[in-house]
Structures are given as structure tokens and as C-alpha cells.
T-cell receptor
Framework: QQQVKQSPQSLIVQKGGISIINCAYE??????FPWYQQFPGKGPALLIA?????SEKKEGRFTISFNKSAKQFSLHIMDSQPGDSATYFC???????????FGAGTILRVKS | NAGVTQTPKFRVLKTGQSMTLLCAQD?????MYWYRQDPGMGLRLIHY???????AKGEVPDGYNVSRLKKQNFLLGLESAAPSQTSVYFC?????????????FGEGSRLTVL
């Protein structure tokens, strides 16, 4: 079973809209939650990450919201652009750990 | 500025054949990883290494072997390929953990087992 559950599987958003991808985890020992972005034919690349001592982290148009009590975290992409079209993976690990557990991925398409 | 380089990028095998995927990184990273990516499954860790001469099992190690004889190289071997091993394989490296700089991934190796 997947330790990190990600939804939705796919998402279509209009240009300028907000894209929201959600993840839930079970293991309370997880304390590092990154998001990776993958373009077709490329490997994933770190987009943004959060640790559970904060509830939100923002970098440009990308924001992670973290709810420790619900064991959920989400990625918000504001003012979504066609160039944001990619597959997004949430992940989790222990103690800045070296064994990331990934969600199943969300294919985002931003329509112009 | 190569980063993480995987070879080969594409390979077709017949069931029972063996092969080795090579990963090379030029960032002097201690940690290296092999993941496989399958539709609807995300990325799953096969094996990883925390330094030269070390290897450890990940989430889905069966049917694979690895070696880290040199710090910059991490090899993934399939001794007797099976159709279930058809996948895209990604190598990644990191300085010491998946901390602030995260994992650096190669561009993947697509393997088809007939």
C-alpha cells in the first residue's frame, strides 16, 4: 500500500487559475515533505519542501500548506501557466531522510 | 555541467536476459539511489547507497542488484529480466540526505522486457 496518497490523478486548469494537489500520509515519523516537478522525458526536480514546524511555505507562485493534525499537505500553484504543465509528485521522509516515499503523481495540464 | 547521467537511455530485453544500468554523478554526492517509475505508482525506491562501497535495499529490491565501487558511480543490475521489470528507471544523488537541496535525478532509462 502507498504510504503517501496523492490526489487527483490528473487536473486541467485554465491559464491564470489555481491548481491544487493534495497528499495524505500515515506515518507520523515523517518530518520532511517535498514536492517534485517532472516534465516529459526528464527526471523529477525539487520544486519546494516543508517541515512540520510551519503550516505554510511560499516560493513565488508555489505554496505548500501543511496540516499536521490531519496528516495532510497540499501544493497550490497560483496564476497557473501553460509552462506549469507537468507531473507533480509529493513525497515524505523521516529526519531529512534519504529514503523518500513518493505519491503516485498528478498530471497537470494548464490550458491557454 | 552534467549532474546525473544515466546510460543507456533505452533498452529492450528478452525475458531471462541480463543487463546493467550505469549512473554517474559529478557533484561529489555521498548518497545515490535507484528508483523505478510506473504509471499510477509514482517512484519506488529499489536500492540506495550512503557512500562508496555501501548498498542497502529499498522498497522493491527483488530481482535487482547494485554496486557502488566508486563514489561517482552506482550500477543497477538485472540478472534475469522479467516482463514485470518493464519500467522507467531513475538514478538520483544527494549530498548527505534529502535535505534542502533535495535529490538530483537523471533523465531516466526506459527498459522494456519482452
Amino acid at each position: 500500500q502507498q504510504q503517501v496518497k496523492q490526489s487527483p490523478q490528473s487536473l486541467i486548469v485554465q491559464k491564470g487559475g489555481i491548481s491544487i494537489i493534495n497528499c495524505a500520509y500515515e506515518n507520523t515519523a515523517f518530518d520532511y515533505f517535498p514536492w517534485y516537478q517532472q516534465f516529459p522525458g526528464k527526471g523529477p526536480a525539487l520544486l519546494i519542501a516543508i517541515r512540520p514546524d510551519v503550516s505554510e511555505k511560499k516560493e513565488g507562485r508555489f505554496t505548500i500548506s501543511f496540516n499536521k493534525s490531519a496528516k495532510q499537505f497540499s501544493l497550490h500553484i497560483m496564476d497557473s501557466q501553460p509552462g506549469d504543465s507537468a507531473t507533480y509528485f509529493c513525497a515524505a521522509s523521516k529526519e531529512y531522510g534519504n529514503k523518500l516515499v513518493f505519491g503516485a503523481g498528478t498530471i497537470l495540464r494548464v490550458k491557454s | 555541467n552534467a549532474g546525473v547521467t544515466q546510460t543507456p537511455k533505452f533498452r529492450v530485453l528478452k525475458t531471462g536476459q541480463s543487463m546493467t544500468l550505469l549512473c554517474a554523478q559529478d557533484m561529489n554526492h555521498e548518497y545515490m539511489y535507484w528508483y523505478r517509475q510506473d504509471p499510477g505508482m509514482g517512484l519506488r525506491l529499489i536500492h540506495y547507497s550512503v557512500g562508496e562501497g555501501t548498498t542497502a535495499k529499498g522498497e522493491v529490491p527483488d530481482g535487482y542488484n547494485v554496486s557502488r565501487l566508486k563514489k561517482q558511480n552506482f550500477l543497477l543490475g538485472l540478472e534475469s529480466a522479467a516482463p514485470s521489470q518493464t519500467s522507467v528507471y531513475f538514478c538520483a544523488s544527494s549530498y548527505s540526505s534529502s535535505g534542502p537541496s533535495g535529490l538530483f535525478f537523471g533523465e531516466g532509462s526506459r527498459l522494456t522486457v519482452l
